[in-house]
């Protein structure tokens, strides 16, 4: 079956069964491999991407239920204004080291910051808690996160 | 690794000098080896640098980028010397070439062991100033004026005295006719304008835009996407597998059958997954069938007592023991551990004829080469390893038994095939971080300070496979590392026992490596010796390091950060863990409080690092940082269990690591300091479950000698 | 009848996940799960005094309503439990205002509208409803006697303004609810069905809605 996909606003039609997570359909069918498959089971956050603006697990996903919805991925949420802000402040924190889980872990910063405009240390844990990085940069998206905060 | 500068390598540095040639792509300097040296030929880095007639110099990155910072670390070298700004600078993977490529300490073209920066600090810099110096002189050879009378700047060649200025990329076919130089005076400290200074990384901008290339990224053009299956039992086999629903399940292309796995092929990861759900897979458990993890950890506990190989032996130990008794006795137990990289492993190949190209992210280039030149039976020069940035290593892609998978299924595939593993294989089929056991004995003189120290390291020989070279007389040099401690105690005695996994098990390095086997036992055991002699634990290290300066100094620097002469409230406690290794020394002090009920909170870890030379200050926090949470994740849930053969745990759900919401307050501080530089990436790992352990001493009482830290033990009701 | 408590020890860490909390000792509610089919409304008529009747009835009910599918969202605190031993939800998830997650985390942001089948791992789907949330912290049932979560139940107060009929209504129309008797592959159901626990909860209303001890 095909389904139509508005994937940073631009449209897909892919032809894959509709049970199969969005997560391959992006990375695979479509070919942006900005996010990240870490688990498959939504206990990672890497695969993370926003549809209709709330981030969700695109591994648990099933395309089908994300079909004709926009969806945002890494590679468009500079677009938005939290996400050039967040982007921004991550590179100013210098966070990232190997990388991989950055994609996700700023598609929740960023989906979490538009709602919370001055997060205390609780309140990013809370959110960020769903985002696994075996880096361990969690002390730097603590700090990037408030830097975002306080650029806005 | 630990202590590869121990290595006695077969070449120095100085056998190395400087060519250059004229290719296509402009002039490419680098290190070559004499040719009259012929030992120089297995470590031969070479073509660091390559300046185009115009756009970026592009820089050659001979380790890979897996997190610790090394492109940014080696380019500010590069820089520094070549006298351009790091954004005039392109980076480029190095391809698999390990007689261009391989770390001068290493032999190999490996990055691992901390040892990156201590393997090129100078080289590189001296590829830089070669380079340098032939653009000058090309320059002032055009002009007519005498080469010291120019300097470069920013990518391009100045004479002052008449404002003339060239940029470098205007004069590559002039520098390529000058002289090699011979001498390449390298700037003081005083003159860096890069080393020492914090700059950002060059790889994050696309790190954080989502267009950073992992290997598990690579999709070279007609790909298919493989799902697989490996056998769950350790040295078991594939019997028999029936695939008729997984044939038809949606874009589903085939499926490929090898001794000890299958995979499933097909035009995205999802379907292929989805199909390798619906095989009906039989396996044939092997001889590991019945094998749980007690038995594994009867026969550790048994091998204690096993045929041990002295390892040193200074002093008179047995003497000392009689004299002083009686002797202190711990055992400390480590257990298996995996590496869990974000990354899941996975590698995508595209085996010919005529040849292959390989897309993965390794910490072994040459050797991937090698093995998939062995798999299909293709020439070495015939296979083309595309290496790309790693989501994680940790030790975990020191080994190539992912990529021998791939190139196998690879095999039986027409087009290019990107195998990717699933998070439980990945964690069921990982290069172990093995049972580790220490045993310590020691004896206290009259004074309480230690005489005697007995330590036997019981754990796999992994360097008897890895690296041979580093094993002696059929020790392991590595998970020897530092056993023999930092302290001045006059009687010393260590040795190993060699106690390996069942087969089909395979056991590897893990962050830290030697040092993280042995820390928790040292750093433990001095700790339980200052609390039987009733000196407190930074004092009676103190009285014990004062022939080791730079390890005291780090210690002094993290107790007054830590606060250590201030008393905590009851259930609170700070416990204190040197390290001295990678060429590095450093001192962690942990804070703990401990509820009634067991539970326990990190509230905060102090580092303070003496690495010698810092390249780039932000690097070094953001290692230690790392490496904190990386031990910690280890200390409190590290644990791998085995029934049937099999590794029970599977995802992050059953093995879990830490999370923000569980990371402590993390200080680091760097220790001044113009020696050598030493190694980072794992300075901040092994100090952490030893300075747990003794942080919880302080705050119940409790002694606990066997990690992942059991919160049950700890209760106090 | 036996007074059962569903008491929950804080583990250690607070997001202590589910290896620690395995390898813990949180007590289990086996009761709930071994007790056999959910007996109808007319395996009560035997019980002549209507008081008591009401309150076995709601032992009975209670059965469903202490099942780890319905408990593990009515936790103590604001973080909800999870999987057949209750242990702490991983990642930890907070509540926050909505009951549905902070932006950023909120519960669909992995949980969606239905259970979603998952392939390769231990856990079989992940479990959903169009209304998955927490329960709101007056309907904080872990940790109280079934006694206690009666009147919780019964108190317009803390059961968000529902009348006894709403109540019926409530559990056995409720779409999240039912979800417990569809909860995904990988999950134990609570015993009997959505009609029989309506039926039981009904029966406990026109019995007088009295609560155990």
């Known amino acids: 079956m095909t389904y139509d996909l508005l994937v940073n606003g631009k449209k897909y039609v892919v032809d894959v069964d509709g049970d199969i997570p969005l997560l391959w359909v992006l990375r695979d069918t479509i070919g942006l491999t900005g996010t990240k498959f870490g688990c498959g089971i939504a206990m990672c956050g890497a695969c993370t991407v926003q549809v209709d603006g709330v981030p969700v697990r695109s591994c648990v996903v099933p395309v089908a239920e994300a079909a004709a919805k926009p969806i945002t991925t890494i590679e468009a949420i500079g677009e938005t204004a939290e996400g050039a802000r967040v982007q921004k402040a991550w590179l100013d924190i210098d966070v990232v080291q190997c990388g991989y889980c950055q994609s996700g872990q700023i598609m929740s910063a960023t989906a979490f910051l538009a709602a919370n405009p001055s997060p205390t240390d609780e309140d990013i844990d809370a959110v960020m808690a769903g985002n696994i990085c075996r880096c361990g940069t969690y002390p730097r998206i603590r700090a990037a996160i408030k830097l975002a905060a306080a650029g806005r | ?717 | 009848m036996i007074k059962r408590i569903f008491a929950i020890p804080l583990v250690a860490v607070l997001a202590a996940t589910g290896i620690v909390a395995g390898m813990g000792s949180l007590q289990s509610n086996a009761e709930t799960s071994d007790g056999g089919a959910l007996k109808s409304v007319s395996d009560f008529e035997a019980i002549a005094d209507t008081s008591a009747r009401s309150k076995a009835i709601f032992e009975e009910a209670s059965r469903v309503m202490t099942h780890p599918r319905c408990i593990n969202c009515h936790p103590a605190t604001r973080s909800p439990t999870q999987g057949e031993d209750m242990h702490p939800h991983v990642p930890l998830m907070n509540a926050s205002e909505s009951s549905l997650g902070p932006a950023g985390l909120v519960c669909s942001t992995c949980h969606g509208a239905e259970n979603r089948p998952v392939v390769g791992s231990r856990m079989k789907s992940i479990p959903g409803n169009s209304h998955w949330s927490l329960a709101p912290a007056s309907m904080a049932w872990q940790g109280l006697t079934v006694g206690e979560i009666c009147r919780q139940v019964k108190d317009t107060s803390r059961n968000g303004n529902r009348s006894l009929a709403d109540l019926i209504r409530h559990m056995g129309e409720d779409h999240l609810v039912g979800w417990a008797w569809h909860p995904g592959e990988g999950r134990s159901a609570p015993p009997g069905s959505q009609e029989t626990f309506a039926a039981l909860i009904d029966a406990w209303v026109s019995t007088g809605a009295e609560c155990p001890d």
């Open chain 2, 1 to 717: 690794m630990a202590v590869h500068d121990k290595l006695t390598l077969p070449v120095s540095r100085r056998h190395f000098l400087i060519g250059a040639s004229l290719t296509g792509a402009g002039l490419v300097i680098g290190l070559q080896p004499s040719p009259s040296s012929a030992a120089a030929e297995a470590f031969e880095p070479n073509a660091f640098i390559r300046i185009p007639a115009d756009g970026k110099v592009v820089f050659v990155m001979p380790s890979v980028e897996m997190g610790q910072g090394i492109y940014t670390s080696v380019a500010m070298l590069l820089a520094e010397e070549l006298e351009v700004s790091l954004d005039q600078v392109e980076l480029e993977h190095a391809p698999a070439d390990p007689t261009r490529y391989a770390n001068p300490l290493l032999g190999d073209q490996i990055t691992g062991g901390s040892i990156a920066i201590r393997a090129v600090y100078e080289p590189m810099r001296k590829a830089g100033a070669a380079a340098r110096i032939m653009l000058v002189n090309a320059a002032a050879r055009g002009w007519g004026v005498g080469p010291e009378t120019c300097s470069a700047e920013a990518g391009h060649v100045v004479h002052a005295a008449s404002g003339r200025r060239a940029a470098y990329g205007s004069l590559i076919q002039a520098a390529a006719a000058e002289a090699v130089p011979q001498e390449m005076p390298l700037k003081p400290a005083s003159s860096f304008k890069l080393i020492g200074h914090s700059v950002r990384r060059l790889d994050s901008p696309e790190k954080v835009n989502g267009t950073a290339k992992f290997g598990i990224d690579a999709r070279p053009e007609g790909v298919s996407y493989a799902a697989i299956a490996i056998c769950p039992h350790f040295g078991g086999k594939l019997r028999a597998v029936e695939d008729g629903p997984a044939r038809a399940v949606k874009g589903v292309k085939q499926v490929v059958r090898i001794e000890d796995a299958v995979a499933v092929v097909a035009d995205n990861t999802g379907a292929a997954r989805k199909g390798l759900a619906a095989l009906a897979i039989e396996w044939e458990p092997g001889p590991n069938g019945t094998l749980s993890l007690l038995d594994l950890e009867k026969r550790a506990e048994e091998a204690i007592g096993g045929n041990a190989l002295t390892h040193i032996n200074e002093g008179d130990v047995a003497k000392a023991a009689t004299e002083h008794g009686p002797a202190l006795e711990f055992v400390y137990r480590l257990p298996i551990l995996t590496h869990s990289a974000m990354e899941p492993m996975n590698c995508t190949l595209h085996v010919r004829s005529d040849g292959c190209d390989v897309w993965v992210g390794t910490q072994v280039m040459g050797r991937a080469r090698e093995a998939v030149a062995d798999v299909t039976g293709l020439p070495l020069e015939k296979v083309v390893v595309h290496n790309h940035l790693l989501g994680g290593g940790f030790g975990r892609r020191l080994d190539v038994d992912g990529i021998i998978l791939a190139a196998k299924i690879a095999n039986q595939v027409d087009g290019p095939v990107k195998v990717t593993w699933s998070r439980e294989e990945d964690i069921r089929h990982d290069c172990y971080r093995y049972l580790n056991y220490s045993k310590v004995t020691a004896t206290l003189g009259a004074d309480g300070m230690p005489v005697s120290w007995r330590h036997r390291v019981i754990g796999p020989a992994v360097m008897a496979r890895w690296l041979p070279a580093f094993t002696r007389d059929g020790i392991d040099l590595d998970i020897m590392a530092g056993a023999e401690t930092p302290y001045a105690i006059p009687n010393k005695y260590t040795d190993f026992v060699r106690h390996e996994a069942p087969e089909g098990m395979l056991t590897g390095n893990w962050r830290g490596v030697g040092a993280t086997r042995n820390l928790p036992a040292i750093e433990g055991g001095i700790d339980e010796l200052a609390h039987a002699a009733g000196v407190d634990p930074l004092e009676y290290r103190r009285r014990l390091l004062q022939h080791k300066p730079r390890l005291l100094a780090a210690l002094d620097l993290a107790a007054e950060k830590a606060g250590w002469a201030t008393a905590l409230p009851a259930g609170k406690g700070r416990g204190i863990a040197l390290s001295e290794d990678f060429g590095s020394f450093a001192a962690m002090i942990s804070e703990v409080s401990v509820g009634e009920d067991g539970s326990l909170k990190t509230e905060r870890i102090i580092c303070a690092v003496d690495c010698g030379q810092v390249i780039n200050p932000d690097t070094v926090e953001a290692q230690i940082q790392s490496g904190i949470i990386y031990g910690l994740s280890a200390a409190l849930y590290g644990r791998i269990t085995v029934q049937n053969g099999a590794v029970v745990e599977g995802n992050f759900d059953d093995s879990p690591v830490l999370r923000i919401n569980e990371t402590p307050k993390i200080e680091v501080h760097i220790v001044p300091s113009s020696e050598a530089p030493g190694g980072i990436g794992e300075v901040g790992t092994p100090g952490v479950a030893p300075s747990l352990l003794n942080a919880i001493f302080v705050a119940t009482g409790k002694r606990l000698r066997s990690l992942p830290i059991d919160h049950n033990e700890l209760r106090r009701a």
